[in-house]
């Protein structure tokens, strides 16, 4: 199994950083006990620019979740259907040849689901099985790569595609000024990313993946949902649970294929956020650079949850391409608390 292409799609909606910081401000005003404190987790994050599924002021208009999803479905479809398109050009992949897709998002929901809309938009044939994915948050992108290679193994003749959409901003909770939401208000943007996994082309060969369950570690991260939609969780000891378990589970993974942390010449890690990127070259005693595609990544368009990864690999493909014989590792973390590792060789 390869990956045979890759591609992303972000909105038309640009906006510089502190553009954004001036409007929650202004929005919050006095509510917010120190207005300097939003400026500084906002100048922390390390992003610059992010894109929104809507113009800014269209979203002081929006009253209810519904209208929300609404407006998730509409741009999920939209930029699902360009993400997907570029990805399977760059693949060299027919329609036909699609015996999969992996559909996969934490900020929106419906039914029927966003591939099969994208199906009916791109007039794709009638035989694909389509599996929707919701509730992996951040791992997802990495989740759905693992599981369109688990399908390319099993069907060879066929390829797979993952699409990941997120539309972070329309799950911003106006009232919330916990610290969780106003991190999220300056770290998460939206965009989509596609993959397509096939058993030729010249990507990286996928020669393993491993999925990692912490128990019990529930509270870290998610979604507390509700009549008012969904409502950030997100635990300051996600960085712990990442130092803590992330260089073990790497090295035992590795281990069952002779290799070590030295043999990777390339990492492709989720743009979690600059702690949990520092976290992670911590845990796993990376050299200085090593996650540069990661914080690039995260510096032009934010945390995109599932599809920041898809980003990551992407930006790999196209401008930082490993030579050959070079082994990388794709790796996610999300909700559960869970990762998702990927062994690459190109």
């Known amino acids: 199994m390869r990956i045979a292409g890759a591609a992303s799609a972000l909105p038309r909606n640009k906006y510089d950083q502190q553009v954004l910081l001036s409007a929650l401000s202004a929005y919050w ?69 699609l015996g999969a897709i992996f559909f996969v998002s934490v900020t929106g929901v419906a039914s029927p689901s966003i591939e099969a809309r994208i199906m009916n938009r791109l007039g794709l044939h009638n ?136 043999d990777i010449g390339n990492w492709i890690l989720h743009t979690g956020g600059p702690r949990i990127l520092e976290a992670t070259e911590q845990a796993l005693e990376l050299p200085a650079g090593a996650l540069d595609a990661s914080w690039t990544c995260l510096r032009r368009t934010g945390n995109l949850s599932s599809a920041s990864v898809l980003l990551v690999l992407e930006e790999t493909l196209l401008n930082r391409r490993p030579v050959a014989g070079t082994y990388s590792l794709m790796a996610a973390m999300g909700p559960g608390f869970c990762s998702e590792l990927i062994l690459l060789h190109w």
């Not at 906002?42 to 002021?57: F, I, K, Q």
């Not at 929300?68 to 760059?90: D, F, K, P, Q, S």
């Not at 990313?193 to 998610?222: C, H, K």
Request: glycine share 10%; proline share 3%.
């Open 29 to 97: 005003g006095k509510r917010l006990d120190d207005p300097r404190f939003l400026e500084r987790l906002h100048t922390r994050v390390g992003v610059e620019t992010r894109y929104l599924a809507l113009p800014m002021e269209a979203y002081y208009g929006i009253k209810t979740w519904g209208e929300n999803n609404g407006h998730w479905i509409a741009a999920a479809v939209e930029l699902g259907a360009e993400a997907l398109t570029c990805a399977l050009e760059r693949a060299g992949v027919e329609q036909q040849r």
């Open 127 to 262: 035989h694909i099985k389509r599996v929707p994915i919701f509730g992996l948050g951040c791992v997802a992108g990495a989740a759905g790569v693992a599981r369109a290679a688990d399908y390319v193994k099993a069907y060879p003749q066929q390829a797979a595609a993952v699409i990941a959409v997120e539309l972070c901003s329309l799950t911003l909770q106006r009232d919330d000024l916990s610290v969780a939401n106003l991190i999220s208000t300056g770290l998460f943007g939206d965009g989509a990313g596609a993959v397509i996994v096939a058993a030729d082309g010249d990507g990286p060969r996928i020669v393993d993946t491993l999925s990692v369950f912490y128990p019990n570690t529930e509270q870290m991260m998610g979604w507390d949902i509700s009549e008012r939609g969904f409502k950030i969780v997100l635990s300051r000891e996600v960085p712990e649970v990442v130092e803590k378990n992330l260089r073990s589970d790497v090295d035992a993974f590795l281990a069952g294929h002779g290799l070590t942390r030295a």
